[in-house]
T-cell receptor, first 110, second 115 residues
Framework: QKEVEQDPGPLSVPEGAIVSLNCTYS??????FMWYRQYSRKGPELLMY????GNKEDGRFTAQVDKSSKYISLFIRDSQPSDSATYLCAFNTNAGKSTFGDGTTLTVKP | GAGVSQTPSNKVTEKGKYVELRCDPI?????LYWYRQSLGQGPEFLIY????????DSGLPNDRFFAVRPEGSVSTLKIQRTERGDSAVYLCASSFKRAPGNEQFFGPGTRLTVL
């Protein structure tokens, strides 16, 4: 069983829609929870990072963590065509390396 | 300032050949990571350096893979006797100090194709 399961997608939504991206994990040692955005043929870039259960908001993006259910989500409000990319959830223990989900590809149509 | 750079951007080689992939981290970043990303999958951890030493090499798939960071800055990932299954994008990332909480900045990757 993989440590991280991410909703596979692909996901296609109209501009302005609210998008929900989700991951579950099994490793209780994961303490840090991240979302990366990856455009085609580019490296991942960090969008959101949190270490506690609850919500964290940054502009149109909200990261939600539920440690008891081992479930994290990323919400995108008022989605834009420029949000079209692959979104990766990622997890860290105290050991340094990150464990990634396989990504959800999002297309926002004008 | 400059981000993480990786060279070459693309590398095509034949099965059995030796390849070297280079990573230039952001200046001052002490931690450096190598990941491998296959098509349709997330990055998979290979090795992590703190300074010059490999702090965790548990992700290296076998002894054909080796990485060095002799002066604590530039790193080279070396693959011997390449196999077709080694074809992937090899990503390098660096952070100012040891993760977990610190942001890892990724380079654009080297796309390796083994024919």
């Amino acid at each position: 069983q993989k440590e991280v399961e991410q909703d596979p997608g692909p996901l296609s939504v109209p501009e302005g829609a609210i998008v929900s991206l989700n991951c579950t994990y099994s490793n209780s040692a994961f303490q840090y929870f991240m979302w990366y955005r990856q455009y085609s043929r580019k490296g991942p870039e960090l969008l959101m990072y949190t270490y506690s259960s609850g919500n964290k908001e940054d502009g149109r993006f909200t990261a939600q963590v539920d440690k008891s259910s081992k479930y994290i989500s990323l919400f995108i409000r008022d989605s834009q065509p420029s949000d079209s990319a692959t979104y990766l959830c990622a997890f860290n223990t105290n050991a340094g390396k990150s464990t990634f989900g396989d990504g959800t590809t999002l297309t926002v149509k004008p | 300032g400059a981000g993480v750079s990786q060279t070459p951007s693309n590398k095509v080689t034949e099965k059995g050949k030796y390849v070297e992939l280079r990573c230039d981290p952001i200046s001052g970043h002490t931690a450096l990571y190598w990941y491998r990303q296959s098509l349709g999958q997330g990055p998979e951890f290979l090795i992590y350096f703190q300074g010059t030493g490999a702090a965790d090499d548990s992700g290296l798939p076998n002894d054909r893979f080796f990485a060095v960071r002799p002066e604590g800055s530039v790193s080279t990932l070396k693959i011997q006797r390449t196999e077709r299954g080694d074809s992937a994008v090899y990503l390098c990332a660096s952070s100012f100090k040891r993760a977990p909480g610190n942001e890892q900045f990724f380079g654009p990757g080297t796309r390796l194709t083994v024919l």
